[in-house]
């Protein structure tokens, strides 16, 4: 297929993300047939992309702006919580520059697995500040341990909080694995994993950038989404590369040339050298090979940040 030019106009009513839509990870299943696909190899302790590629070193612009404290209520940190497990577990399953607790998860079900069906434990991310301090978004990220790895369930739910005012609000994607994962019988589909996790504001602090990792336990088949956050309209919009070939695709931020997209590196596994691709609002995709991505904003590790005590 042709690609369109980055510099052609977009069109105004383009169509817009569909998570009915088969465009990621096995390009000729269907979501329900991806959940259902067979697995290729264990995602527990296993790298899945390449090494990052030199293109993929991240601009980060910290502005000067103060942290208010969030009006919610803290929640103890445990302290008999499983931390980091022995260096062979990967900070992140896809080698991201924005991980996921991927080193919580396997430590969690190390700890629960001998007793099953027990209370999700609960992990909280880093907040993220908005450049006008006005804003802080993080992640409560859930995990219910099953007596086998294929058996559990990650999922997540992303708070945006005013600072000033204490109007909290949750923001979620829109991709097949996201929100309240059911498979056809009515069911929690077994071995989900839906984490949801902020990375970046835009320059000016109107948009939020946040990371949708999905995958399946004991399974290759895992990707990022891009949840962008619209602070104007209020809107929020899923996107992902479509109409190319990948397995996996890893987000790597804004745009740099092209502020209001982002960019992803996806690819196949085997191949070392994965391409470089720009998405826009209307997840139209085009290849961006000179491009480099740049994140914005402040984290702040509140007193509640990591396991939680209570679950």
Same mark, same amino acid.
């Given at each position: 297929?042709?690609?369109?030019?980055?510099?052609?106009?977009?069109?105004?009513?383009?169509?817009?993300?569909?998570?009915?839509?088969?465009?990621?990870?096995?390009?000729?299943?269907?979501?329900?047939?991806?959940?259902?696909?067979?697995?290729?190899?264990?995602?527990?302790?296993?790298?899945?992309?390449?090494?990052?590629?030199?293109?993929?070193?991240?601009?980060?612009?910290?502005?000067?702006?103060?942290?208010?404290?969030?009006?919610?209520?803290?929640?103890?940190?445990?302290?008999?919580?499983?931390?980091?497990?022995?260096?062979?577990?990967?900070?992140?399953?896809?080698?991201?520059?924005?991980?996921?607790?991927?080193?919580? +998860?396997?430590? /969690?079900? @190390?700890? &629960?697995?001998?007793?099953?069906?027990?209370? =999700?434990?609960?992990?909280?991310?880093? *907040?993220?500040?908005?450049?006008?301090?006005?804003?802080?978004?993080?992640?409560?990220?859930?995990?219910?341990?099953?007596?086998?790895?294929?058996?559990?369930?990650?999922?997540?739910?992303?708070?945006?909080?005013?600072?000033?005012?204490?109007?909290?609000?949750?923001?979620?994607?829109?991709?097949?694995?996201?929100?309240?994962?059911?498979?056809?019988?009515?069911?929690?589909?077994?071995?989900?994993?839906s984490m949801l996790i902020p990375v970046s504001w835009s320059k000016e602090g109107e948009r939020l950038?946040?990371?949708?990792?999905?995958?399946?336990?004991?399974?290759?088949?895992?990707?990022?989404?891009?949840?962008?956050?619209?602070?104007?309209?209020?809107?929020?919009?899923?996107?992902?590369?479509?109409? +190319?070939?990948? /397995?996996? @695709?890893? &987000?790597?931020?804004?745009?740099?040339?092209? =502020?209001?997209?982002?960019?992803?590196? *996806?690819?196949?596994?085997?191949?070392?050298?994965?391409?470089?691709?720009?998405?826009?609002?209307?997840?139209?995709?085009?290849?961006?090979?000179?491009?480099?991505?740049?994140?914005?904003?402040?984290?702040?590790?509140?007193?509640?940040?990591?396991?939680?005590?209570?679950?």
């Amino acid at each position: 297929m042709e690609l369109a030019s980055r510099n052609e106009n977009r069109p105004l009513f383009a169509p817009l993300f569909s998570p009915c839509q088969p465009f990621m990870l096995k390009s000729s299943l269907t979501p329900t047939e991806w959940c259902n696909a067979k697995p290729l190899l264990l995602l527990s302790a296993l790298f899945i992309a390449p090494d990052a590629h030199a293109g993929d070193r991240v601009s980060a612009v910290v502005p000067p702006a103060e942290y208010i404290a969030s009006s919610q209520p803290a929640l103890q940190i445990a302290e008999g919580s499983p931390e980091a497990l022995s260096p062979d577990v990967p900070a992140d399953p896809l080698n991201s520059n924005y991980p996921v607790p991927w080193n919580w +998860v396997m430590a /969690t079900y @190390a700890d &629960l697995k001998e007793n099953p069906h027990s209370e =999700p434990r609960y992990y909280r991310s880093p *907040a993220l500040i908005s450049p006008d301090g006005l804003y802080a978004a993080y992640s409560r990220i859930a995990m219910q341990v099953e007596e086998q790895l294929f058996g559990s369930r990650v999922s997540s739910v992303m708070f945006l909080e005013n600072l000033q005012t204490g109007e909290l609000q949750t923001i979620t994607a829109s991709s097949p694995l996201a929100g309240e994962t059911l498979d056809e019988g009515g069911q929690y589909q077994p071995g989900a994993i839906s984490m949801l996790i902020p990375v970046s504001w835009s320059k000016e602090g109107e948009r939020l950038l946040a990371r949708q990792f999905e995958g399946l336990f004991s399974a290759s088949d895992a990707s990022d989404f891009a949840v962008v956050w619209n602070r104007n309209t209020r809107v929020t919009s899923t996107l992902a590369p479509v109409r +190319v070939q990948y /397995t996996n @695709a890893v &987000l790597l931020g804004w745009s740099t040339l092209y =502020p209001q997209q982002v960019l992803f590196r *996806a690819g196949s596994l085997g191949e070392d050298n994965w391409p470089l691709w720009a998405v826009d609002t209307y997840s139209e995709t085009t290849l961006a090979n000179d491009d480099k991505p740049i994140v914005y904003g402040r984290f702040q590790q509140p007193a509640w940040t990591g396991p939680q005590a209570k679950w």
